[in-house]
């Protein structure tokens, strides 16, 4: 009798499955030939039209397409009237096309270097998720990535470190925007072992922790390397040139005076050490933030005014202005940044709108994150144009005058709380020195930190070798 009563509950549970299976079956139909449904069971239909409409969209203008470096671009267009996307379009030169999405007129795209690629982007309009119309594709642009750098041993030092010899790789051509380099060394110039690694941009690099014998004969060779773990994005340049060093024999009279050691030595191995920071540093320096209390001694703000009045005096003024031809039609720089309308944030109008654009950058970040956008702030301003130049003399949050950097705040007549501080040097775009601080833990913090309210940013373009040093502080208070 159970069995019985088993047997027949299934069947009624079985019959209820069938009928609510046919019946929603039934509904998608229904619905699917009503419009209502994108795609039908199967293979994915078109999406959905809505019924004829007179909308035409116009073709993106201006399309531009400019290389961040060798794997990134960033195509831009003007806006389209009634447009609620765009598509844009690239083919290599193998004829391969892909395309990307956005709402916006702006889209990065990480490509292949050394690759030509042709550009097109169109203006799509959608209604209640249905594809209603596009226009028709823009102008094709043509541009070939450029190759990426291969870095270039130039020469090597060494040093006695303890009981050992220490040498120090110098290099160039090792690209800011590769994120690590690799140094290979070999006894016998073909077999070669990774003996040391750093972040991009320190162009002299100390190997410490091998053992060099004196006489013998070392090679060496490196190479750069691009990481975005995040996206997927990885790229190698090509390896350096074989560099050959043979390590030199201490001379005898550096061997028996034991007690002069430290004096005479002193000198011929430090001044490597103090002649790289002033040429060239590292480009990223490690962030600091700092609290109030342990800072702000006023008593060095004669000493470090000086620097900062001299800016005007001999950066603004150029000698280019009465050279020029037709100065009614050529601005200087100080003419453009009065321009311009913002307050000074660069010796020279090129430095000024990259500063202004790591600034943008920075807030877009905020915005993104719920936090409130930084207050770009004068005094903040001038704090970093002061500390913007001191990185060209000495590239530390250690000040030139051996004071740690918060104190500058002391020479601008304020003190903004807690407060950070971050420094780079080295790039060429407002994109590439905010990407350096982003892809840095410590210095994003900075740039992110929800409790800062007002920001500086203050690129120097240095007029002895072309290069712009940029500092950013952060705070609280102005």
């Not at 060429?428 to 840095?440: G, L, M, P, T």
Request: aromatic fraction near 10%.
């Amino acid at each position: 009798m159970k069995k019985n009563i088993k047997k027949e509950s299934k069947r009624i549970k079985v019959k209820r499955g069938l009928a609510r299976f046919m019946f929603a079956v039934m509904s998608v139909t229904t619905l699917t030939n009503a419009g209502a449904f994108p795609t039908i069971f199967g293979n994915p239909a078109k999406v959905v039209q809505a019924e004829e409409t007179n909308i035409e969209l116009a073709t993106p203008t201006n399309v531009t397409v400019k290389q961040s470096n060798p794997f990134r671009v960033v195509v831009s267009w003007d806006a389209v009237e009634g447009a609620s996307s765009y598509r844009i379009c690239y083919t290599d030169e193998n004829g391969n096309t892909q395309e990307k999405k956005t709402s916006s007129t702006k889209k990065g795209i990480y490509l292949e270097p050394d690759t030509t690629y042709t550009y097109q982007v169109s203006a799509v309009l959608h209604e209640d998720l249905k594809f209603v119309t596009e226009s028709k594709m823009s102008e094709p642009i043509t541009l070939r990535n450029e190759k990426i750098m291969t870095p270039e041993i130039t020469n090597a030092k060494c040093g006695i470190r303890g009981d050992g010899v220490e040498i120090c790789i110098l290099w160039h051509n090792a690209p800011s925007y590769m994120t690590r380099h690799y140094f290979y060394m070999s006894t016998d110039g073909v077999n070669f072992e990774k003996v040391y690694q750093n972040g991009a941009g320190t162009p002299n690099t100390p190997i410490s922790g091998i053992h060099l014998e004196e006489g013998e004969t070392y090679y060496f060779k490196m190479i750069s390397h691009y990481d975005y773990e995040a996206i997927g994005v990885e790229h190698y340049s090509d390896y350096s040139e074989v560099f050959t060093f043979t390590v030199p024999y201490k001379e005898p009279k550096d061997e028996t005076p034991v007690t002069e050691e430290p004096t005479t030595e002193e000198p011929t191995t430090e001044a490597p050490a103090t002649e790289e920071p002033t040429t060239e540093a590292p480009v990223t320096e490690e962030p600091t933030t700092e609290e109030p209390t342990t800072e702000a001694p006023v008593t060095e703000e004669p000493t470090t005014e000086a620097p900062v009045t001299e800016e005007p005096t001999t950066e603004e003024p150029t000698t280019e202005e009465p050279t020029t031809e037709e100065p009614e039609v050529e601005l200087t720089d100080e003419e453009l940044i009065k321009l311009d309308g913002r307050p000074q944030a660069g010796n020279t109008y090129e430095a000024h709108m990259m500063a202004y654009g790591v600034m943008e950058l920075m807030n877009e970040e905020r915005v993104r994150l719920g936090y409130e956008p930084c207050i770009v702030d004068s005094r903040y301003l001038q704090a970093t144009a002061i500390r913007a130049q001191e990185i060209t003399i000495s590239y530390s949050h250690t000040r030139p005058n051996g004071q740690t950097w918060y104190t500058v705040f002391s020479e601008t007549g304020f003190r903004p709380g807690s407060a950070g501080e971050n420094l780079v040097w080295g790039r060429k775009s407002a994109e590439s020195f905010y990407e350096a601080w982003r892809r840095s833990a410590g210095h994003y913090r900075n740039m992110t930190n929800k409790n800062y309210k007002y920001v500086g940013v203050y690129i120097y373009e240095n007029p002895e070798n072309g290069h712009f040093y940029a500092a950013l502080l952060a705070g609280k208070k102005n």
